[in-house]
């Protein structure tokens, strides 16, 4: 958060309630998503929503916004009961969504994407008034305090700007409201610190405009930027909390119905590596305007970190690791083989696996059974080949037994809670999706697994099992990259850190189990 917005001062305790939720009940094929559930919004006010994957939220925002309607319950807008059955109606009352997966199509410019929805008003006889459409974006863009090149295709926005426009977006569909309810659903996931800075300055300078509703698994984030809080367990609200009485051990013990663990990093059972074998060998590796001459090595069974500011290469380091972006200069070894970079079946032959940061749109086929998704970098192997009469092994012909009986391991072995083997990933919450990307890699022999921000976007409990995923791996020898933009998780996994600054790895720190590092220590060589 940066020093000149200062939360301390802010009070709207006594504005007037915008947006109530009374009494909502929601129900799918007699399972109960939500009961009883109610909250309200005032004026100018900023509510953090919080609570594990599978406790509600996803269901509330989408009721609040029109994609479902309750079963039972009522909404007030301003005090007067309003019906909500579809997006267009959100609208119409003030309410627009933003959410995590951000929904703006990357081949259109940036003011194409904010008036979307509204073409058919700025268009005469089929043709788009595009000089219109660019100069009251900018009047938007200039009344929010954002800074876009909205003739740039969103395609070459950052993720951080891609982020801002569908904030802008939000308050476009309500611009007829005054005093729009923007729903924000994780809105900080795949940000960095720099870009949450921005984003919570946003927040802030937009509460005379607005009211805000925040959900996200960061609870340091959600304590920082909202006046109240609620936690949702199993479809219900378990604790209402004002901003001076929460704190993130509150909020986790409502979320989980328990005292969650002192040993949260699993710590004491971080294998010491002194002596095991170098498994990954980084020797002066560049990718112009990213990063140059990075050199390191990763030993068998260990979890080397790598953090670093906004920009710092850490990311399109992860992305050469793992092939799919190619050096520039220097050499890359696995296992005392050099490997050509620029290739993911190189890397994925090679026993590489790979993490992304963006899971939905780079590490999963949403749509495709879970089944799908398992079997994808295992098609063209022996693992899920077919065997045909007089030809034997067809790799390219998938044996669907074997692809059921893969989906059915990553199920058991990483306690993935689904449906079926059949069920679309997306009906799947994000920690069964991110489980689902990490059994993806684990099918084949993996000696090195290279993770970009493997938790984003997931609650504490699921947060909690990935940990103990990676401690196992550890154990039975493979090797790790983790990138990490949360420190605290950063320290308490790795054996060492190495800390990236401006394209450059300057420091590789020793984290032992009896001598953590400090934040302050790690961000003193990052910055």
Not at 267 to 275: A, I
Not at 289 to 299: C, Q, T
Not at 455 to 466: S, Y
């Amino acid at each position: 958060m940066s020093a000149n917005t200062d939360l301390s001062e802010r009070t709207v305790q006594d504005s007037a309630v915008r947006f109530e939720v009374e009494n909502i009940r929601k129900e799918f094929t007699n399972v109960v998503a939500l009961d009883d559930v109610n909250f309200e919004l005032r004026t100018g006010e900023v509510v953090g929503l919080v609570g594990e994957n599978g406790a509600g939220k996803s269901t509330l925002l989408n009721i609040l916004s029109g994609i479902y309607q309750q079963d039972r319950g009522h909404i007030y807008v301003d005090g007067e009961r309003v019906s909500i059955t579809n997006p267009r109606e959100a609208s119409q009352h003030g309410v627009a969504i933003v959410h995590q997966e951000h929904n703006i199509i990357p081949n259109l410019s940036g003011y194409e994407n904010l008036f979307l929805e509204q073409f058919p008003d700025y268009s005469t006889a089929g043709v788009l008034d595009s000089n219109t459409l660019k100069r009251e974006g900018a009047q938007i863009l200039d009344t929010l305090g954002i800074d876009l090149d909205l003739e740039k295709r969103v395609s070459n926005y950052s993720f951080s700007d891609r982020q801002m426009l569908s904030i802008a977006k939000a308050f476009t569909e309500t611009v007829h409201t005054d005093h729009p309810i923007i729903l924000l659903d994780e809105p900080t996931a795949g940000l960095e610190e720099d870009g949450r800075d921005l984003l919570f300055d946003r927040i802030e300078d937009l509460r005379d405009q607005a009211s805000f509703v925040f959900v996200s698994h960061e609870l340091d984030e959600v304590l920082e930027i909202s006046d109240r809080i609620y936690v949702l367990r199993d479809g219900k609200v378990v604790n209402h909390l004002q901003r001076g009485d929460a704190t993130e051990d509150k909020l986790q013990q409502s979320m989980v119905g328990r005292e969650v663990s002192d040993e949260y990093y699993q710590v004491s059972d971080q294998r010491g590596v002194e002596g095991n074998e170098s498994v990954l060998t980084v020797s002066n590796l560049g990718n112009e305007g990213h990063f140059e001459d990075v050199s390191f090595d990763v030993h068998e069974g260990e979890i080397f970190g790598i953090c670093g500011v906004m920009g710092s290469g850490k990311s399109a380091l992860g992305r050469v690791l793992s092939g799919v972006d190619a050096a520039d200069t220097g050499e890359l070894t696995v296992d005392g083989t050099p490997v050509e970079t620029g290739s993911v079946h190189r890397m994925v032959n090679q026993g590489v696996g790979y993490v992304p940061k963006e899971r939905q749109s780079e590490g999963t086929l949403l749509y495709q059974p879970l089944r799908v998704n398992v079997s994808l970098p295992s098609i063209g192997t022996d693992l899920v080949a077919d065997k045909l009469p007089g030809l034997g092994t067809v790799n390219w012909l998938i044996d669907f037994e074997k692809e059921d009986e893969m989906a059915e391991d990553v199920i058991e072995q990483l306690n993935v809670k689904a449906p079926s083997i059949e069920s679309p990933l997306i009906q799947l919450s994000g920690g069964n999706q991110q489980k689902v990307v990490l059994g993806k890699n684990l099918q084949r022999e993996v000696s090195v697994l290279v993770m970009d921000n493997v938790t984003r976007g997931i609650d504490v409990g699921a947060k909690e099992e990935v940990y103990r995923i990676l401690r196992q791996l550890a154990d039975d020898g493979v090797s790790m990259v983790f990138i990490a933009d949360e420190l605290p998780e950063l320290i308490g996994m790795s054996n060492r850190i190495g800390v990236m600054h401006e394209g450059e790895m300057v420091e590789i720190v020793d984290a032992p189990p009896d001598d953590k590092p400090t934040e302050s220590e790690i961000i003193k060589k990052m910055i």
